[in-house]
């Protein structure tokens, strides 16, 4: 199943990350080609497009609204706080800005990375993790006590960024969005998680989650997707990615083979990537170079399971 950066299929639920000391941030120079270039006059429909790009915002008209609402009261300190990388064109690619929580009124102690937003045409260049750590080298001064970033679990993958810049859930957001931490957890595997269980597949992808049963060896959630299909055995009740693996783009499909209780017996994991099987134990082969190492019962599951990948990648 191929997860997008902006995955709507998530379950939603809105997080806050939190970091109090912004010493010893790590050093991201820009790629060849791209410059920062803080915010002018007029740079407003720039950053609408881009937010557009990277589908954070649906429209212009969204864009003319959310803008007001979060810089129109204070736009004389944007050329201070709000950022962009430009190409050798000058045309605009990425954005971040260095905000508070206008919930509160005007600039505080409290210190928001706000709006981050890469165009989807320029996502991969390596311009998300410059971008940030500039930005928040702005709010890197004595009056600004922590730092906070909004997000969701849907853009999962710049949660994760956040995460590998030392931000840790913020505790409110941890205790009243508790399942999308945990659908974090089971997607990034991040050690800042680790003390989280992980989320079901049901938790965290309700809509497109159906449970079936398996050549009669119990019960399985499927999730499904036209270019792969994800098991999750109801005993086990989560949802795991490998580790060290590109989840982004990649094709995976996963399913947990455990007998009932009537026929114990041991698990079977398979990671299905791009047409290559991983086997929990390290072993990367093929589907049919498997069968020989499998029970007659594993066999079985492992065919059925491949039936339905192929069936699913005609979809």
């Excluded at 939190?18 to 010893?24: Q, S």
């Excluded at 102690?109 to 390596?126: E, F, K, N, Y």
Aim: hydrophobic residues 35%.
């Amino acid at each position: 199943m191929i997860l997008d950066n902006h995955e709507q299929r998530l379950a939603y639920y809105e997080l806050v990350l939190k970091r109090t000391n912004l010493a010893d941030l790590p050093d991201y120079p820009l790629p060849e080609g791209y410059r920062f270039q803080t915010y002018r006059p007029g740079d407003e429909q720039d950053w609408i497009r881009i937010e557009i790009a990277a589908k954070e915002i649906r429209d212009t008209d969204q864009g003319m609204e959310v803008f007001e609402r979060y810089f129109g009261a204070y736009a004389s300190l944007l050329p201070d706080r709000m950022v962009f990388i430009e190409d050798t064109s000058g045309r605009k690619v990425a954005t971040a800005t260095a905000w508070w929580d206008i919930r509160k009124g005007g600039p505080s102690d409290q210190g928001v990375l706000h709006w981050v937003a890469v165009d989807r045409s320029c996502q991969g260049r390596g311009l998300a993790r410059p971008l940030i750590a500039h930005v928040l080298r702005l709010m890197d001064r004595p009056d600004v006590s922590c730092v906070m970033v909004p997000t969701q679990t849907t853009t999962w993958l710049a949660c994760r960024l956040y995460l590998d810049f030392g931000f840790c859930p913020a505790p409110e957001s941890l205790e009243h969005s508790r399942t999308g931490w945990r659908i974090m957890r089971s997607l990034t595997e991040h050690p800042v998680l680790y003390s989280l269980p992980y989320a079901s597949l049901k938790e965290s992808f309700p809509e497109s989650v159906r449970e079936e049963t398996v050549k009669g060896r119990g019960s399985c959630h499927i999730l499904l997707g036209k270019d792969g299909v994800m098991f999750e055995s109801t005993e086990d009740g989560t949802l795991r990615l490998p580790r060290n693996e590109p989840v982004h783009g990649a094709t995976v499909m996963r399913f947990e083979y455990v007998d009932t209780k009537d026929d114990p017996g041991t698990r079977l994991s398979c990671f299905v990537w791009d047409g290559a099987m991983n086997l929990e134990v390290g072993c990367r082969m093929k589907p049919e170079e498997a069968l020989p190492h499998l029970s007659s019962a594993d066999q079985e599951i492992l065919g059925y399971a491949c039936g339905m990948l192929k069936d699913y990648r005609q979809m």
